[in-house]
Nanobody
Framework: QVQLVDSGGGLVQAGGSLRLSCAAS????????MGWFRQAPGKERQFIAD????????NYADSVKGRFTISRDNAKNTVYLQMNSLKPEDTAVYYC????????????WGQGTQVTVSS
C-alpha cells in the first residue's frame, strides 16, 4: 500500500491550464503504476490516464488525449497531470491512484481535488 495526497485543482477559464500533483509516501513508489481518474456530478468515475512504474508505458482516455500529459518523478515520489486547453466538460473531482506492478486494480487512492472549468 502507498499513501497518496493529490493537489493542484482549482477554478480556471475554458482554454486555460492546471497541473495536478500527487505525492506518494511509501518504500516502493517506483514499483507502482500511477493513474488519474475523474468523477463529475451524476457520472461514474472515469479513467483519464496512467503511467507505468518506469514512465515508459502511458495511456490516455480519448477525451483528453493531446490535451493532458501524465508524468512521474520517482525521485520525488510524485506523479503529475498537466491539463491544457481545458473545457467545461473537464469539470470534475480528480483522483490519483496507484496499483502494484503485476496487479489489475488500482487499490490506493488520493482524497480528490476539485477542478472547475468555467465557460
Amino acid at each position: 500500500q502507498v499513501q497518496l495526497v493529490d493537489s493542484g485543482g482549482g477554478l480556471v477559464q475554458a482554454g486555460g491550464s492546471l497541473r495536478l500533483s500527487c505525492a506518494a509516501s511509501g518504500r516502493t513508489f517506483s514499483s507502482y503504476a500511477m493513474g488519474w481518474f475523474r468523477q463529475a456530478p451524476g457520472k461514474e468515475r472515469q479513467f483519464i490516464a496512467d503511467i507505468s512504474w518506469s514512465g515508459v508505458n502511458i495511456n490516455y482516455a480519448d477525451s483528453v488525449k493531446g490535451r493532458f500529459t501524465i508524468s512521474r518523478d520517482n525521485a520525488k515520489n510524485t506523479v503529475y497531470l498537466q491539463m491544457n486547453s481545458l473545457k467545461p466538460e473537464d469539470t470534475a473531482v480528480y483522483y490519483c491512484a496507484a496499483r502494484r506492478t503485476g496487479t489489475a486494480n488500482f487499490n490506493s487512492w488520493g482524497q480528490g481535488t476539485q477542478v472547475t472549468v468555467s465557460s
